[in-house]
């Protein structure tokens, strides 16, 4: 038996470009939002003294504030959104079970992304020119987002489908992992974050990341309908893998 012909890369996106073809005007919708909040908060004294108050418990709680935050922009949204469309038939022991995991899962991420706010500032500065925007978004969405926070975020949820064991993970890892895992979600990824990592590093640091869990909750609220989308593809195994804050 001849092995299965490896698919094209047209082939492996094209489930990411139908749920963008699929969701665009949410994705302008929510794009122009962050736009304008970023605008509204250098026009405006009062946003900017209401700003003070997450940017004072970010400097507070550290870490805590971020995994908190990543856990109930990604987790709880996500679950609020899929209760809402009726995809949750019961709210029993496996639904908080998946809950839990969601969020601690997206928790995690926060804190990625923090360190990642953190060292960006360190190598590129606080600046809010276009060169030093160009230079961090290029960073997050080529390198970081890519290679690891949606390596990480996906393996986690292959793990839990491959019932918490590392031998099944390993397989997984060796069995085309970023060609039919990861890649398939890139296009929406980028086509939702470009535009919002370049409004959140308008932003001072102290801002970056609650600005960026604010874009996460509205990213994974959408995620339930572009995961639909793509798993209708045959592109994934399931609906619940999600692609986190860049």
């Given at each position: 038996?001849?092995?299965?012909?490896?698919?094209?890369v047209?082939?492996?996106?094209a489930?990411?470009?139908?749920?963008?073809?699929?969701?665009?005007?949410?994705?302008?919708?929510?794009?122009?939002?962050?736009?304008?909040?970023?605008?509204?908060?250098?026009?405006?004294?009062?946003?900017?003294?209401?700003?003070?108050?997450?940017?004072?418990?970010?400097?507070?709680?550290?870490?805590?504030?971020?995994?908190?935050?990543?856990?109930?922009?990604?987790?709880?949204?996500?679950?609020?959104?899929?209760?809402?469309?009726?995809?949750?038939?019961?709210?029993?022991?496996?639904?908080?079970?998946?809950?839990?995991?969601?969020?601690?899962?997206?928790?995690?991420?926060?804190?990625?992304?923090?360190?990642?706010?953190?060292?960006?500032?360190?190598?590129?500065?606080?600046?809010?020119?276009?060169?030093?925007?160009?230079?961090?978004?290029?960073?997050?969405?080529?390198?970081?987002?890519?290679?690891?926070?949606?390596?990480?975020?996906?393996?986690?949820?292959?793990?839990?489908?491959?019932?918490?064991?590392?031998?099944?993970?390993?397989?997984?890892?060796?069995?085309?992992?970023?060609?039919?895992?990861?890649?398939?979600?890139l296009?929406?990824?980028?086509?939702?974050?470009?535009?919002?990592?370049?409004?959140?590093?308008?932003?001072?640091?102290?801002?970056q990341?609650?600005?960026?869990?604010?874009?996460?909750?509205?990213?994974?609220?959408?995620?339930?309908?572009?995961?639909l989308?793509v798993?209708?593809?045959?592109?994934?195994?399931?609906?619940?893998?999600?692609?986190?804050?860049?």
């Open positions: 038996m001849s092995p299965a012909p490896i698919p094209s047209r082939q492996i996106v489930p990411g470009l139908a749920a963008v073809r699929a969701h665009w005007a949410p994705f302008l919708l929510i794009q122009a939002m962050a736009a304008a909040l970023v605008i509204a908060y250098y026009q405006s004294p009062a946003l900017r003294a209401i700003s003070e108050t997450p940017a004072a418990w970010k400097a507070h709680y550290g870490f805590f504030f971020s995994f908190v935050g990543g856990f109930a922009a990604g987790g709880l949204m996500a679950e609020l959104a899929k209760a809402v469309t009726g995809r949750i038939r019961r709210f029993d022991r496996a639904w908080l079970g998946l809950m839990l995991f969601t969020g601690t899962a997206y928790g995690l991420t926060g804190i990625q992304v923090d360190i990642l706010y953190w060292g960006q500032a360190q190598i590129f500065g606080h600046g809010t020119d276009w060169k030093t925007l160009l230079y961090k978004t290029v960073a997050d969405m080529s390198l970081f987002a890519p290679f690891i926070s949606m390596p990480f975020m996906i393996s986690l949820y292959e793990w839990r489908e491959g019932r918490y064991s590392l031998n099944n993970l390993c397989k997984v890892w060796k069995s085309a992992f970023y060609r039919t895992k990861v890649l398939p979600t296009i929406p990824c980028w086509s939702f974050w470009i535009p919002m990592v370049l409004c959140t590093y308008s932003l001072p640091l102290k801002l990341l609650p600005f960026a869990l604010l874009g996460e909750a509205a990213w994974s609220v959408l995620f339930v309908f572009i995961a989308d798993v209708e593809e045959g592109r994934t195994q399931s609906s619940d893998i999600s692609i986190p804050v860049s």
